[in-house]
């Protein structure tokens, strides 16, 4: 099983459409959580962490599930700017030991 | 936030060459840098953790003879891409953090690496 995984999509919507990406870790003892946005040939940047009371940020809310293992990430009202691949990345250890998922790449239309 | 300098973004070299990749944390020290390989379409593999004045630590199947890694100072890391190959060419990307913990992960710009 790998550490972190991901549905690769790709995600294809309309325009101010609700869309949600799913990502499972392997490691119960995992300490933090976030969501990455890469651009096509771009470093990764951090879009939000993701705490266990789950949170919000604009357009963005991700949700975290301990005992499943499970993190989401759901964007209301998608923007045409918010085409990108979203890596889910779990921190595994306390020295900043990140792994990424492989990414859920996202097309928004017009 | 902190800022991580990767260079080169880009660089092309013949096979069997020496390719040295730089990982600068500009505005804080970082004792513990990453390296990531990402194949096209593929997800960010770590390939070794950089510790400053030790040696790294080398992920399964990473050949720590090929892709040397030096962490000098608290603030630069290197990998040099030893002899390297037409299937050794892929985006080679850098992160830091501000301390150990829950923090995130600050990355370098990546490089764009191509052996021809």
């Known amino acids: 099983r790998k550490e972190v995984e991901q549905d690769p999509g790709p995600f294809n919507v309309p325009e101010g459409a609700t869309v949600a990406f799913n990502c499972t870790y392997s490691?119960?003892?995992?300490?933090?959580f976030f969501w990455y946005r890469q651009d096509c040939r771009k470093e990764p940047k951090l879009l939000m962490s993701?705490?266990?009371s789950g949170n919000e940020d604009g357009r963005f809310t991700a949700q975290l599930n301990r005992a499943s293992q499970y993190i989401s990430l759901l964007i209301r009202d998608s923007k045409l700017s918010d085409s990108a691949t979203y890596l889910c990345?779990?921190?595994?250890?306390?020295?900043?030991?990140?792994?990424f998922g492989a990414g859920t790449r996202l097309t928004v239309k017009p | 936030g902190a800022v991580v300098s990767q260079h080169p973004s880009r660089v092309i070299c013949k096979s069997g060459t020496s390719v040295k990749i730089e990982c600068r944390s500009l505005?804080?020290?970082?004792?513990?840098m990453f390296w990531y390989r990402q194949f096209p379409k593929q997800s960010l593999m770590l390939m070794a953790t950089?510790?400053?004045?030790?040696?790294?630590?080398?992920e399964q199947g990473v050949e720590k003879d090929k892709f040397l890694i030096n962490h000098a100072s608290l603030t630069l890391s290197t990998l040099t891409v030893t002899s390297a190959h037409p299937e050794d060419s892929s985006f080679y990307i850098c992160?830091?953090?501000?301390?150990?913990?829950?923090?995130?992960?600050?990355f370098g710009q990546g490089t764009r690496l191509t052996v021809v």
């Open positions: 993701v705490y266990s």
């Open positions: 490691n119960s003892a995992s300490q933090s």
């Open positions: 950089s510790n400053e004045g030790s040696k790294a630590t080398y």
């Open positions: 990345v779990v921190n595994m250890k306390n020295n900043n030991d990140m792994r």
């Open positions: 992160s830091a953090s501000l301390s150990t913990g829950n923090t995130e992960a600050f």
């Open positions: 505005d804080f020290q970082a004792t513990t």
